[in-house]
């Protein structure tokens, strides 16, 4: 009787877990605690600093980091506190937030992201990546599947596959197995991600205006149906359908002082 009711416990906690929600109201399996989650985040973004050139220059990191300061600073209370942000010498166009609050920008993503606004853009989505926690539910479909067992032990260096942890953090694109968010939560990040600039004091308008320069510089994109991210166009679309939620976020913010000043 006693090991039925601890199956019985283990079971109903892992059904409550498993009934989480995303922050826009999309059905999750969690099964990893937000602990683990910062275990993890923390060692890849360790293993990054290890692996990808740190970019020194003042002006530069002080502007990527008023951005990002800006945007941590609007989170609810449980996400907020001090995020470290760091800028890679990385020519693609790029960026990520990872649990345990860690955000990384590529000096490539300058080419496209051409103002404060615009970068805000990138750094919210991904900062909505993570509080929409996409890293964990990708996790746990691979622990329901039967691939993902001791993954937090593989990231710390006590087994094989460590790529494949890295690229369900996000960052296989450095380690060979690449594993993109799939197109809900691309999607989710956008929403999540423009509100949260919006509320940051920065005008989600930009967010259209990135996106037709990634749709530039990107050539050939493969149609939608083809590809686990939204296209360009939709994306757009998407993204000025939210703007009616957005913009007034923006102007209440405005109005309350909220304007940061951040300049390369």
């Known amino acids: ?22 922050p826009t109201g999309r059905r999750q399996v969690l099964l990893f605690s937000d602990g683990e989650m910062s275990q993890m985040g923390g060692a890849a973004f360790d293993e990054m600093k290890k692996k990808m050139t740190i970019n020194k220059d003042g002006a530069t990191n002080r502007y990527v980091s008023c951005i990002a300061d800006a945007i941590t600073a ?29 955000i990384g920008v590529h000096t490539g993503i300058f080419a496209v992201a051409k103002n404060a606004d615009q970068l805000a853009t990138v750094i919210g989505h991904e900062v909505g990546h993570v509080l929409a926690h996409h890293s964990a539910e990708r996790m746990s479909v691979q622990s329901v599947a039967g691939t993902g067992t ?10 094989a596959g460590k790529e494949t942890v890295m690229g369900l953090l996000g960052l296989g694109t450095q380690y060979g ?41 990107s050539g050939g994109q493969p149609p939608e149906f083809m590809s686990t991210h939204p296209s ?4 757009i679309k998407d993204l000025q359908r939210q703007l009616a939620t957005a913009t007034p976020l923006y102007q209440q913010a405005q109005a309350r002082g909220i304007k940061p000043v951040c300049k390369r």
């Open 1 to 22: 009787m006693k090991i039925f009711k601890s199956v019985l416990a283990l079971a109903l906690a892992a059904g409550l877990v498993a009934c989480a929600e995303s």
């Open 74 to 102: 609007s989170l609810p209370s449980e996400w907020r506190g001090s995020w470290e942000v760091v800028v890679f010498e990385e020519a693609s166009a790029n960026a990520f937030a990872l649990p345990g609050k860690k």
């Open 150 to 159: 001791q993954l937090v032990g593989v990231l710390l260096g006590e087994g």
């Open 177 to 217: 197995v690449v594993l993109p968010y799939g197109r809900a939560q691309e999607s989710e990040a956008d929403i999540v991600g423009l509100d949260l600039m919006a509320k940051s004091g920065f005008n989600p308008e930009a967010s259209v205006s990135l996106w037709q320069n990634m749709s530039a510089v």
């Open 232 to 235: 360009h166009a939709s994306r």
